[in-house]
């Protein structure tokens, strides 16, 4: 039974991908990760944030008492006094890519084209074999337009292109004016994968302390159906690869992905609450399946539920809608 497929260009063996999470923290987990069958592992995010408040921090002590007498002129403390979240980072990469023979994939959060971008390149030089630019961008601003946020993103990528060789995918927001345009318009400016769906936290509201507090709480299975949908459409119509990374949990789930044209499934909950395990269960329960459903590989039916080639392509759009709705008791 073949469970492979092709994603960002690498053959991987199975269509599991570890989404970015506190487990790639953790050699010793990911190692057993790739021992339960997932084929690649996105590592938890580097902040543009983080990269901001190590060069303030790097500005403040090479300027700090500068002229003041002459021994400083020459002076600059070491690297290593320095706040060292993305030398860290980088350096995880290398220890990661050491361990294990699966892709390491870096994960890039911010929402400007600036410097941040350039830490792709160290990233590549430390071994990740791709770069996923996770753009966690809400358009809070009424002076901001549709087309300046599109626009946002296409720059960033660009950025980041230009200084690496290897693949580069986005993981994208669900809130787009029209999703299908804009994806087009990333594969036409070289994305190699697109990433369905970043998932932005909801805020709360702390009724006693009379304070906003973040909230972020798992993805739940029926979340998936937005993935689903959109890959099926984004399929006939991108040549950049399509992962989802919301609602995944079990080979159910997998399955449907594939065969609406996803070429990986990507996990997190599951594995945060189940661990690695649940990853051979959800392969081991897809052997089972295509077996007895006379598939001999997954790549047999990637795509046969696409918008392009299911037997009733309204089920994507507006019709199905309509169907839903005249069908509730």
């Known amino acids: 039974m073949d469970l492979s497929t092709n994603y960002l260009g690498f053959h991987l063996k199975t269509p599991l991908v570890a989404a970015a999470s506190p487990m790639s923290r953790d050699a010793g987990a990911v190692r057993a990760m790739e021992d339960a069958g997932i084929a690649a592992v996105v590592m938890y995010s580097l902040f543009e944030e983080q990269i ?70 160290e990233l590549e030089q430390a071994g ?25 993103h296409l720059e960033i990528l660009a950025a980041v292109k230009e200084c690496v060789r290897v693949p580069v995918a986005m993981k994208l927001g669900a809130q787009f004016t029209a999703l299908a345009n804009f994806a087009r318009q990333l594969d036409r400016h070289g994305v190699d994968g697109l990433v369905l769906f970043n998932r932005f936290y909801q805020p709360d509201v702390d009724l006693d302390n009379l304070e906003v507090t973040p909230q972020l ?21 991108v040549e950049a690869s399509l992962a989802a990374t919301t609602g995944v949990y079990d080979y159910q789930d997998v399955l449907k992905l594939m065969m609406v044209g996803a070429d990986a499934a990507m996990m997190c909950a599951a594995l945060l609450t189940g661990g690695p395990q649940v990853a051979t269960r959800v392969l081991n329960n897809m052997r089972e399946w295509m077996e007895e459903h006379e598939y001999e590989s997954v790549k047999q039916m990637q795509g046969s539920m696409n918008l392009a080639t299911c037997p009733d392509p309204g089920a994507f759009e507006r019709a199905n809608y309509m169907k839903a709705l005249a069908s509730y008791v």
């Open 217 to 237: 709480d798992f993805s739940a299975r029926h979340e998936l159906r937005l993935p689903l949908r959109w890959i099926a459409v984004l399929d006939p119509i």
């Open 128 to 152: 990740a074999d791709a770069i996923e630019l996770n753009v966690y961008l809400l358009a809070t601003d009424p002076e901001t337009t549709a087309q300046q946020i599109e626009q946002r």
């Open 52 to 121: 901001a408040q190590e060069a303030s921090a790097h500005d403040h002590f090479v300027e700090f008492g500068a002229e003041s007498f002459a021994e400083s002129l020459t002076y600059a403390p070491p690297i290593e006094d320095f706040p060292r979240g993305p030398v860290e980072y980088v350096e995880h990469v290398r220890r990661l890519k050491e361990s294990v023979d699966i892709p390491i994939i870096a994960s890039l959060n911010g929402a400007t084209p600036g410097g941040w971008t350039r830490y792709a390149a």
